[in-house]
Structure formats: C-alpha cells, structure tokens
C-alpha cells in the first residue's frame, strides 16, 4: 500500500508554477497564509498557496496524506511567496491531504486540510 500510495502521490501532486512575488505592503487583516482552490485545469483541482509575509523568512511546506506519509516537501525563502499545486482527485478519491507550513524562524505552523479534494480548512498552531 506504500508503494501504491507514493505513486499516487508522484503522480498526484504536480507543482505547476514556482512563483515568488513581490507586491506592495499588505493590510494588517491578511492572514499569514492562505490556501485557495483557484479552479480546475484537466478537470482537476487546482490550489493557490500564499505566505503573506512582509519580511524575507524560511518556511517549510510538507503535504501529506490522512496517515502521515509525506507526499511533497520544499523549503522556502522570500518574501510573499506563491506555489500552485494541482491534486489528482481521481488518485485520491476519500483520501484527506494536509498541507503544513511551518514557519522556520518561530517554529509556529499553519495547517491546511483539503477534504474531498475540494473542501480546505484552516487551522493555525503554535509548536
């Protein structure tokens, strides 16, 4: 089933588009990190991952599946980083995907869980 799983999660999770943007300050009222689906491209889930940060910092990003096996991961740098992720519904049908960002500096992480390949919510916590 490992090997299944990884497999799946190969051909699952394709980055679509490495992206680091420099935008103009944001508000006070914009979370530190918002995960969005954005529509669908080949009749599949496509979601936006930003980091709303103003300053330069290191963040983790860890996707895994319901039973923890790690499915992608990537250290990033910059400031208002942008990654776009495109699940493979059809591979993951039942199965929830989580996607961790952990803020290196502080410690303090963002959870992100996608139910049905469609439905995110958000939880925020502090390690």
Do not use: C, H, W
């Not at 980091?51 to 096996?69: Q, W």
């Amino acid at each position: 089933m490992k090997t299944t799983m990884k497999s799946a999660a190969i051909g699952l999770m394709t980055l679509l588009a490495v992206t680091t943007g420099f935008t103009a300050s944001a508000t006070n009222e914009t979370p530190a990190a918002e995960l969005k689906v954005t529509g669908n491209l080949n009749n599949q889930p496509l979601f936006q991952l930003s980091l709303n940060n103003k300053e330069n910092s290191r963040y983790a990003i860890i996707i895994k599946d319901e039973l923890g096996e790690v499915l992608f991961e990537e250290r990033v740098s910059g400031v208002n980083i942008t990654r776009k992720f495109q699940m493979n519904a059809d591979e993951l049908a039942g199965v929830n995907v989580n996607i961790e960002i952990i803020n290196l500096a502080n410690s303090t992480s963002s959870v992100f869980s996608i139910k049905n390949s469609k439905t995110v919510t958000t939880e925020i916590t502090s390690k």
